[in-house]
């Protein structure tokens, strides 16, 4: 159980680490919003939402597996997913939540449905050190882990290039990700501005706008209607439409000369490849990121993502020459 079926990279890397850490030995069903797409991209058995308590009855175990789930972005059925595991655990299942991040300003219900089930889970770890110390406020014990998606292994270089000259992209030439956006719509506006600033100052790069999540139902949660908004304002801008696996994702992060980065994921895929990070996080899991990492973020403002733009692909030349 977790964010899967959303049509989410980073959700959906996160699924196919979790099932690597699983093994192929184990009989595994995927709760998925989604759940054609979930078994044909991971070749798992997955199931709607309407069968996922009957599930309950067939197996032995519930993992409660990755990512954001415990946060304030989490929509009414995500807040759901606590009571779900009581459920699971009053059922005698071994319950396991791992690999999550919980903020600090999760909502009340879901905040003590979570401490109730963190006293039956037979382990729970967490991703980084600001859900850990959430925890300890509440007098939760849990370990910290990597990101699930850190088992994933990114598709090669050449698919990554082919995915960037699909979308127009000279890839020999510089070329700076995009991964932005819109869950906030009070900053929206100042995120358009500050883009269009961006791409006409910088006239020499190449700018590609990376989709990491194209939600089916929720508007503000699908970036790619940002993307093509961006775009009639700055055609210059590139944009990457498709669905692609999240190892091809991470490919064409591999490929870039720098990211700018708003969501948690574009981050950790471009510490990953190595690829000079401009950090505008949006959220406060995407801020801890940032901050434990030492990175000093960038506000959405033309001039200083221009800046910042500027020195990364200068130090991304330097590393390449190296």
Excluded at 263 to 275: C, D, E, I, N, P
Aim: proline content about 7%.
């Amino acid at each position: 159980m977790g964010g899967y079926g959303y049509r989410n990279v980073g959700d959906e890397a996160i699924l196919a680490g979790l099932l690597r850490q699983i093994g192929p030995d184990r009989r595994v069903s995927v709760v998925s919003r989604m759940p054609a797409e979930t078994a044909a991209l991971h070749g798992v058995n997955a199931i709607p939402l309407r069968e996922s308590v009957r599930a309950l009855r067939s197996h032995a175990s519930l993992v409660i597996g990755g990512g954001g789930l415990f946060g304030r972005d989490m929509g009414a059925l995500g807040r759901l997913i606590p009571l779900y595991g009581l459920l699971a655990s009053s059922l005698g299942l071994k319950v396991a939540i791992h690999g999550v991040g919980v903020d600090r300003d999760m909502r009340p219900v879901a905040a003590t449905l979570l401490r109730r089930l963190s006293r039956r889970a037979v382990i729970f770890t967490v991703r980084d050190r600001s859900s850990a110390e959430v925890l300890a406020e509440w007098g939760i014990d849990a370990t910290v882990v990597p990101d699930l998606s850190a088992g994933v292994e990114p598709a090669p270089l050449a698919r990554g290039s082919e995915l960037l000259r699909l979308a127009g992209i000279d890839p020999k030439r510089p070329v700076v990700g995009l991964a932005l956006t819109g869950m906030r719509p009070h900053q929206t506006a100042a995120l358009e501005a500050a883009v269009a600033h961006l791409v006409d100052a910088v006239p020499d790069v190449q700018f590609c706008f990376i989709p990491m999540s194209q939600h089916p139902f929720v508007h503000a949660h699908n970036d790619l209607l940002l993307g093509r908004r961006l775009q009639l304002r700055s055609p210059r801008l590139a944009v990457l439409d498709g669905s692609f696996r999240p190892e091809e994702v991470m490919a064409v992060f591999a490929c870039l000369s720098a990211a700018v980065c708003m969501r948690y994921h574009s981050l950790l895929f471009a510490a990953q490849a190595g690829t000079p990070i401009i950090p505008v996080p949006y959220a406060p899991k995407c801020e801890a990121w940032v901050d434990e990492q030492g990175l000093q973020r960038v506000p959405v403002e033309g001039a200083a993502l221009a800046a910042a733009v500027q020195a990364a692909v200068g130090l991304s030349r330097e590393m390449h020459v190296a």
